[in-house]
């Protein structure tokens, strides 16, 4: 009777251990991959905050702002002083929000009670001579969503631009008053100086 020969011939071993080493390797090399695309995503550049710009802004800026902490968050919010502060009025204001655990911080949009009725911000802006207009909008979500709509609108108010908001399917005057837009735009400059984040970038 014929003997019958190994299913795991030594020739069988050496290919399944090459096979196995190079799934290793491509696991391996695709792991290193993700964990750069992770990190160079941008997400957390608008977000970090080094040791020199929140020492800045505790020992200069922090004096114009009321503080508010969070202990079990772990977290301060600022708001600031010379800002416009009612219930009956279409406001938009701004907060800074810094995280003690994760040295990040955040800008995020605080419209009025009343406006934030309205489940998006519709605004429509024009110049004083009606040449340029258009329309931007926000709707509560992430702190990268009230970022993006934060720079959108301190751009455009840095321009000079006119400001209308919808309401129940009328445009009402926003950001008219001196006072309301010296307040957002304050407090966006010491957030990007805050996450040295150039708002032209």
């Not at 990268?144 to 129940?168: C, G, M, P, S, T």
């Not at 407090?187 to 996450?195: C, Q």
Request: hydrophobic letters at 40%; a positive charge.
């Amino acid at each position: 009777m014929r003997k019958a020969e190994p299913i795991l011939t030594p020739e069988l071993i050496r290919i399944m251990k090459i096979f196995g080493l190079a799934s290793l390797c491509i696991v391996l090399i695709f792991s290193f991959f993700n964990e750069r695309r992770a990190n160079n995503s941008g997400d957390s550049s608008i977000t970090r905050i080094t040791a020199s710009s929140r020492l800045f802004f505790e020992n200069v800026r922090q004096i114009k702002y009321e503080k508010e902490t969070r202990r079990d968050a772990k977290m301060d919010i600022f708001r600031l002083k010379k800002r416009i502060k009612s219930k009956k009025l279409y406001l938009i204001n701004l907060s800074i929000i810094i995280s003690r655990l994760r040295d990040e911080a955040y800008i995020f949009v605080e419209p009025s009670e009343i406006l934030s009725q309205q489940n998006k911000i519709q605004l429509r802006w024009h110049d004083q001579h009606q040449r340029e207009n258009g329309q931007i909008s926000f709707e509560p979500g992430d702190r990268f969503a009230h970022f993006d709509f934060v720079k959108k609108l301190f751009l455009l108010l840095e321009e000079d631009k006119d400001f209308e908001v919808k309401i129940n399917g009328a445009w009402k005057k926003i950001l008219a008053d001196e006072k309301e837009r010296k307040a957002f735009i304050t407090t966006a400059t010491d957030y990007f100086r805050l996450v040295e984040k150039n708002q032209n970038s």
